[in-house]
T-cell receptor
Framework: EPEVTQTPSHQVTQMGQEVILRCVPISNHLYFYWYRQILGQKVEFLVS????????KSEIFDDQFSVERPDGSNFTLKIRSTKLEDSAMYFC??????????????FGEGSWLTVV | AQKITQTQPGMFVQEKEAVTLDCTYDTSDQSYGLFWYKQPSSGEMIFLIY??????QNATEGRYSLNFQKARKSANLVISASQLGDSAMYFC??????????FGTGTRLKVLA
């Protein structure tokens, strides 16, 4: 069964460093997302991406964040200068609408980011 | 603004019993989807079940069913014949359009042997 894959599964970084989280969405999906979940809290929307551009972004997704689809398969989230409060699980997700499951999004296993 | 409310922070259920996890939503959109995800302690988000706002029948997926009451704006998840492996965090979500899901705060379910 096709799945969303994410790397790395866990990364520890120094405050102020740049981090790139990588994702390979399901191959025939058209919409891509990044969500984050701070430990013990709910899942928060960061950004959605369609047709090679950002469709929508939340207030969390400030100038420190950027997304890119550099080729036909990868989808990356970059945090330019990490802060302690960026420590969270980051989920990549993708979807393609169909009648049976609507616009169900399928998540990767997540990338744990710890900023020290 | 769209909102999902899960009022049960934690629930216990005896193994083999059924359990209902509550979810209410608030949206002004006519067309929307309702979803439930399971998050075990390992952290991944596992899709369980989907209900479209125009679907008249309640969605079912194995031991999971979604009790959809449109007028009350509720989308409760029913898990029948609970198993120990059902112990996890459960999130209700809505997606009024394609671009953005909104999640509730989750319900932590513990299945007792």
């Amino acid at each position: 069964e096709p799945e969303v894959t994410q790397t790395p599964s866990h990364q520890v970084t120094q405050m102020g460093q740049e981090v790139i989280l990588r994702c390979v969405p399901i191959s025939n999906h058209l919409y891509f997302y990044w969500y984050r979940q701070i430990l013990g809290q709910k899942v928060e929307f960061l950004v959605s991406f369609y047709n090679n551009e950002i469709s929508e972004k939340s207030e969390i997704f400030d100038d420190q964040f950027s997304v890119e689809r550099p080729d036909g398969s990868n989808f990356t989230l970059k945090i330019r200068s990490t802060k302690l409060e960026d420590s969270a699980m980051y989920f990549c997700a993708s979807t393609r609408w169909n009648r049976a499951t609507g616009n169900t999004i399928y998540f990767g296993e997540g990338s744990w980011l710890t900023v020290v | 603004a769209q909102k999902i409310t899960q009022t049960q922070p934690g629930m216990f259920v005896q193994e083999k019993e059924a359990v209902t996890l509550d979810c209410t939503y608030d949206t002004s959109d006519q067309s929307y989807g309702l979803f439930w995800y399971k998050q075990p302690s390992s952290g991944e988000m596992i899709f369980l079940i989907y209900q479209g706002s125009y679907d008249e029948q309640n969605a079912t997926e194995g031991r999971y069913s979604l009790n959809f009451q449109k007028a009350r704006k509720s989308a409760n998840l029913v898990i029948s014949a609970s198993q120990l492996g059902d112990s996890a965090m459960y999130f209700c979500a809505t997606c009024p359009g394609t671009y953005k899901y909104i999640f509730g705060t989750g319900t932590r379910l513990k299945v007792l042997a």
